[in-house]
Nanobody, 117 residues
Framework: QVQFVESGGGLVQAGGSLRLSCAAS????????IGWYRRAPGKPRELVAA???????NYADSVQGRFTISRDNAKNTVYLQMNSLKPEDTAVYYC???????????WGQGTLVTVSS
């Protein structure tokens, strides 16, 4: 199992930016795909962005062009740069290892992002 600690959330006005960090424990981090997920109030958790072990990325349509996922394997950390934030981006953001559509580890505490209009 890998444990994750998400950070960087906060309150921001619409149009603003935040950078989230996901620090992972465990030696297998660099060989795994990692996803950023979010859960908005009253909605199921959804995949926002993912990055493969080789650095390939993909994004949900709702964040394409606004969010950028990146990873630093030397630091066992994955980042999510979020620009042009919208109120509908308000959610708790989590990260996890991915295998296809599956997540491999227990969820961390997440980090809350609140975007005011």
């Amino acid at each position: 199992q890998v444990q994750f600690v998400e950070s960087g959330g906060g309150l921001v006005q619409a149009g603003g930016s935040l950078r989230l960090s996901c620090a992972a424990s465990g030696s297998t981090f660099s060989t795994n795909a990692i996803g950023w997920y979010r859960r908005a109030p009253g909605k199921p958790r959804e995949l926002v962005a993912a990055i493969s072990s080789g650095g390939s990325t993909n994004y949900a349509d709702s964040v394409q062009g606004r969010f950028t996922i990146s990873r630093d394997n030397a630091k066992n950390t994955v980042y999510l740069q979020m620009n042009s934030l919208k109120p509908e981006d308000t959610a708790v953001y989590y990260c996890n290892r991915r295998l296809g559509s599956l997540v491999l580890d227990a969820w961390g505490q997440g980090t809350l992002v609140t975007v005011s209009s």
